[in-house]
């Protein structure tokens, strides 16, 4: 059990750590600066794709996609709560100090920048043809034309 969960909760703490990180950055260093932190909160989403995008590829090669793909979810799910809930404690301001909307748009943000990097990773795997469903085929048309073959020393009867 261990070992299926601590993965899934150090990424989900690694992508909030991103954040909290961004968030103190704007907080200090731009406070003043609205262009500025839109750039930090822009890399920070970034970050946060290209991470998604990697643990996609990774897990691809090794696992098929219906074991990962929930750790994925859960993954996902844990962090942007911790970034639209928590998060803005950080800053200093509250979760709904901007409104529902922005509230509500930060998910979104979160979940399609997430949502595409795991599928970008998928894609350049599958693309490639390193997943795990291209290379069980492969080997298994591998072992099928191996006991398809003949061997050498065999000898063939024809009857007639």
């Known amino acids: 059990m261990r070992n299926r969960w601590l993965p899934v909760g150090v990424l989900a703490g690694v992508l909030f750590l991103i954040n909290v990180i961004a968030r103190l950055i704007s907080r ?84 399609g920048v997430t949502i595409g990097g795991a599928i970008l990773g998928y894609l350049l795997l599958m693309a490639l043809g390193w997943d795990y469903r291209s290379q069980s085929l492969k080997r298994y048309e591998e072992n099928r034309l191996a006991a398809a073959r003949p061997t050498k020393n065999r000898r063939t009867t024809i009857r007639r």
Do not use: K
């Open 28 to 111: 200090f260093a731009f406070d003043d600066d609205p262009s500025a932190q839109d750039t930090v909160s822009t890399v920070m989403f970034l970050v946060i794709g290209v991470i998604i995008a990697v643990q996609a590829f990774r897990w691809g090669r090794a696992r098929p996609l219906d074991s990962w793909s929930g750790d994925m979810v859960a993954i996902v799910t844990a962090a942007m709560l911790l970034t639209v809930l928590v998060g803005p404690f950080i800053s200093g301001d509250s979760p709904f100090v901007n409104g529902a909307g922005a509230f509500f748009a930060q998910i979104w943000l979160y979940l």
